[in-house]
């Protein structure tokens, strides 16, 4: 079955410091969606990512979908408290309707 | 708050006891998601709903759960002869129609079951 790997799987940085979470999917994915799920909430939607090779950008956040579909990744420039949380890509295969959300990294900032 | 609305937000039960949960989604939504999902994990993908139609089931779904969405509105998934195995969180997400899973999910904030 399909399985979306990510990692690291928990990180802690500096406030200031940047930030990078990985997403590997074992099979080619139609879109991926990204996450953040803060201490005690809900997932919330950040951004989706359809294209081979597409990148994105929301203020300090970038997004990258990988040239084969298969994986995305995340990155934070100079990291904030507010960030904190974890952070989860969830990949969808063609054909199918289910999203299938990746392990999550948890991301710690210390002020 | 428009948002997804999930009842109740706590639920503690003795091993063997059913349980029903209430997910209202966001009024224009015609899609509706469930997931479990338990400590440290991602959510995990229950059952999805188009309208009233439960169109897929994950393998995660054994005989003892049940979901229905009988008006196209709200949903209700239960789970009969609960097992501590069932103690997670279930979240219910919402969203509107267009390409197949292209579509954000709005997440409701959750029911947190504890069996004991």
């Known amino acids: 079955g399909q399985q979306v790997m990510q990692i690291p799987q928990y990180q802690h940085v500096q406030e200031g410091e940047d930030f990078t979470t990985y997403c590997n999917s074992s099979t080619t994915l139609s879109n991926i969606q990204w996450y953040k799920q803060r201490p005690g909430g809900h997932p919330v939607f950040l951004i989706q990512l359809v294209k081979s090779g597409e990148v994105k950008k929301q203020k300090r956040l970038t997004f990258q979908f990988g040239e084969a579909k298969k994986n995305s990744s995340l990155h934070i420039t100079a990291t904030q408290t507010t960030d904190v949380g974890t952070y989860f890509c969830a990949g969808r295969r063609p054909g199918a309707n289910n999203l299938f959300f990746g392990t999550g990294t948890r991301l710690t900032v210390i002020p | 708050d428009t948002g997804v609305s999930q009842d109740p937000r706590h639920k503690i039960t003795k091993r063997g006891q059913n349980v029903t949960f209430r997910c209202d989604p966001i009024?224009?939504?015609?899609?509706l998601y469930w997931y479990r999902q338990t400590l440290g994990q991602g959510p995990e993908f229950l059952t999805y709903?188009?309208?009233?139609?439960?169109?897929?089931k994950s393998r995660l779904l054994s005989d003892r759960f049940s979901a229905e969405r009988p008006k196209g509105s709200f949903s209700t998934l239960e789970i009969q002869r609960t097992e501590q195995g069932d103690s997670a969180m279930y979240l219910c997400?919402?969203?509107?129609?267009?390409?197949?899973?292209?579509?954000?999910?709005?997440f409701g904030d959750g029911t947190r079951l504890s069996i004991l």
């Open positions: 997400a919402s969203s509107l129609e267009g390409e197949q899973g292209k579509q954000p999910q709005h």
């Open positions: 009024s224009e939504h015609n899609r």
């Open positions: 709903f188009q309208n009233e139609a439960q169109l897929e």
